[in-house]
């Protein structure tokens, strides 16, 4: 007898458990959390190709920034000599050189892209070298 009341007292605890389980699974199962980071700005722009203001020769660079605002492109070069002149052609704008440091373009939002540039109306009487960089607006 005491092995039939162990019996049943089991199949109770048993049953109990089946039919408590679903409620513990869904209050799991069940919540919420937030997840932020943190994404450090890079900008960069790489030649891909240099130019040459003699020749007419195009070069291309490859610019990207992940800037929420954008970015801007300037470049630098050596003083220009009182009747020197060239004008620069950077994807579909144009700028005469004559400031040693110059904005050549300016992007709003991050992207990526490869842009071309060359040189015209070139009166130079030494070479030119350009060097580009890139900031985050």
């Known amino acids: 007898m005491a092995r039939d009341a162990r019996k049943i007292v ?12 679903p409620s513990v699974v869904s209050a799991q199962t069940s919540g919420s959390f937030q997840l932020t980071a943190q994404v450090p700005v890079a900008c960069w722009i790489n030649h891909a190709v240099a130019a040459e203001a003699t020749t007419g020769a195009e070069g291309a660079v ?11 492109v300037f470049v630098n070069h050596r003083p220009l000599d009182t009747y020197e002149s060239v004008r620069l052609r950077y994807g ?12 050549v373009n300016r992007e709003y ?29």
Do not use: K
């Open 10 to 21: 089991m199949r109770t605890a048993a049953l109990g458990l089946v039919l408590a389980w």
């Open 62 to 72: 490859t610019e990207g920034c992940n800037s929420a605002t954008g970015y801007a």
């Open 92 to 103: 579909g704008r144009f700028a005469v050189l004559g400031s040693t440091v110059q904005e």
């Open 109 to 137: 939002g991050p992207r990526v892209q490869r842009m071309t540039y060359g040189f015209s109306d070139v009166h130079l009487r030494a070479p030119l070298t350009l060097n580009m960089t890139i900031q985050p607006i």
